[in-house]
Every structure is written in structure tokens, then in C-alpha cells.
């Protein structure tokens, strides 16, 4: 599992690297692998038959996580702005 | 905006291909040519990330005490979506937090749980992960009214660097961008980590 991580770290030192190269392609070369595995991961949904049957409560849980997640987010980010700019409105 | 409909429109024809059973979906399973493509993707990643120490220059410019706001969004995302496992109580805690992991990144982040906890709980990561960020494109201005001028860029989550940063410039002003990318940069960089932990436990 690690495996993905460590390759991540060996990639950032090669790109440190050769910081100097220009190494435009890369980002194509994520999008494409990016659009695989997407591709990928829908074959394994649309062939797995009890998610496409559950396709609208996985829906709902995923709406119900959305809203949770950002609505912690915002609440903990409106505690930081209270505690850096208090009342007066706020220079970054 | 554009980059994002092809990416759905690939698993939307995934999708397709999986339901007319045009690709069997046991080869992808048995093949295992996902994770192949993920370690390749990740390795690319990394590269962009090294090659790029501009972006890490900028940084330099940063209000000091606006270094919080990434930990304050990952902390609050996670209570949040802990407090949403007390709704969904078949899903386990774990299961929860991974996908809010995601912070709004659902390409990386579907992928990740895909790879470790199946198709059904990546399914639920990407619906959930495009909808924060379609929740903030939206929202932006009312957070910003209610919650503060970071509000916006909490929401926004690992996207307060690309896809969302202009409604967060324009909702919460110009001199937040520098915070707004330092943000999803270490939101971002956080994603493969806080999911790959949540997924192990």
C-alpha cells in the first residue's frame, strides 16, 4: 500500500532534480492516466451489479458526506478568521 | 470546468462499457492494470511537484499565521464527516473518513479507495468529491457572507488552488490568493497520506 506513496517521494527528488529540464509532457502524461483510470473504475462499477442497483443511495450517502466534510471545514475556518481579524474584516 | 466534464465523461463511458459488459469487469479486477496506472500516476505526480519549486518560492510572501487555515480545513472535514458517520451507521468511521480525505480532489482520491476498499466506497468518494467542489462554486459567496473570507477556501479543500480559485478571488478579494493556493497545495499534497492511513486502520 505504501508502495504508491514512496513512488510519489522518489518522483518529487527526480523532479527536484531535473528542475532545470523542461518537463511539460508530465502533466499530459497525468491527465491521460488520470482519464484511465477513471475509465477503469467506471467498467468496475457498471459491471458490478449490486452498485448500479444502488446507484441512488450511494448518491445520497455520498451528498450526506459532502455536506458533513464542508460544513466542518467552513466552521473551522470561520473560527480561524474570528481569532486572527475578530471584528474588523480581514487583510490577508 | 472543461478538464473536469471529460474526466467524468470517462467514467461515465466506463460506466457504459462495464454495464454492457463490452470490458469484462473481472479482467480490470484481475489484472490488476489499475494499480499498475496508479503507481505510474503517482510517480508523475511526484515529478510535477519536484519540478516546480516556483510555486514554493511564492509562499514566501504568506501571512505567517494564515499557515493554519489547511490544518483548520483538514481538521474540521474530518470532524465533520465523523459526525456524518453518526447518520450513515453502516458505513464504518474509517470508511467515512477516507472520503472526506479527499478535500474536493476526486479524481486522486476515487482512485485511491477504488484501489484499496473497492468500487462501491471509490463511487461514493467521486460523487462526493465532485460535489464539493461544484457545493463551492456555487456557494462561495454565501460562505464567505456567513463564515468569513476563508470560509471560501476551506470548502474549496485540495481544488483552492485550480478549479476554484477564481470564484474565491472573487468572493473573498485579491490578496487572498496567495493563502488560497498555499492552501490546496498542502491540502493537495495531504490527500494520498490521510487516505491511504484511513483505508490501512
Known amino acids: 500500500m505504501f508502495t504508491i506513496i514512496g513512488l510519489m517521494l522518489t518522483g518529487m527528488l527526480l523532479g527536484y532534480f531535473l528542475r532545470k529540464q523542461n518537463l511539460g509532457k508530465i502533466h499530459k502524461a497525468i491527465t491521460v492516466l488520470i482519464w484511465l483510470l477513471l475509465f477503469l473504475l467506471g467498467i468496475e462499477v457498471g459491471g458490478n451489479e449490486q452498485i448500479v442497483k444502488g446507484l441512488h443511495t450511494i448518491g445520497l450517502e455520498a451528498l450526506i458526506l459532502t455536506i458533513g466534510g464542508t460544513l466542518g471545514s467552513v466552521i473551522a475556518a470561520w473560527i480561524l478568521w474570528k481569532a486572527l481579524y475578530g471584528q474588523k474584516g480581514g487583510q490577508a | ?161 485550480d478549479t476554484t480559485l477564481p470564484i474565491i478571488t472573487r468572493t473573498s478579494g485579491q490578496q487572498f490568493v496567495v493563502v488560497s493556493i498555499f492552501h490546496g497545495f498542502i491540502v493537495d499534497f495531504s490527500v494520498p497520506f490521510l487516505v491511504t492511513l484511513f483505508c490501512s486502520l
Open chain 2, 1 to 161: 470546468m472543461k478538464g473536469s466534464l471529460i474526466i467524468v465523461g470517462f467514467f461515465i463511458a466506463g460506466t457504459l462499457c462495464g454495464v454492457c459488459q463490452l470490458i469484462p469487469a473481472d479482467f480490470i479486477t484481475d489484472s490488476r492494470i489499475s494499480f499498475y496506472a496508479l503507481c505510474a500516476l503517482m510517480f508523475c505526480v511526484g515529478i510535477s511537484i519536484g519540478n516546480d519549486p516556483q510555486t514554493l518560492k511564492n509562499f514566501r510572501s504568506l501571512n505567517p499565521r494564515l499557515v493554519f487555515l489547511p490544518v483548520m480545513t483538514i481538521l474540521g472535514t474530518l470532524a465533520g464527516s465523523a459526525a456524518v458517520n453518526l447518520i450513515l451507521t453502516h458505513r464504518s468511521l474509517t470508511d467515512c473518513l477516507a472520503v472526506g480525505s479527499g478535500f474536493g480532489y476526486y479524481s486522486l482520491s476515487s482512485i485511491f479507495i477504488t484501489e484499496y476498499k473497492g468500487a462501491e466506497l471509490g463511487t461514493i468518494a467521486l460523487l462526493a468529491n465532485i460535489s464539493r467542489e461544484i457545493l463551492t462554486l456555487l456557494a462561495a459567496p454565501l460562505l464567505a457572507h456567513w463564515f468569513g473570507k476563508l470560509a471560501p477556501i476551506s470548502a474549496g479543500g485540495a481544488t483552492s488552488m
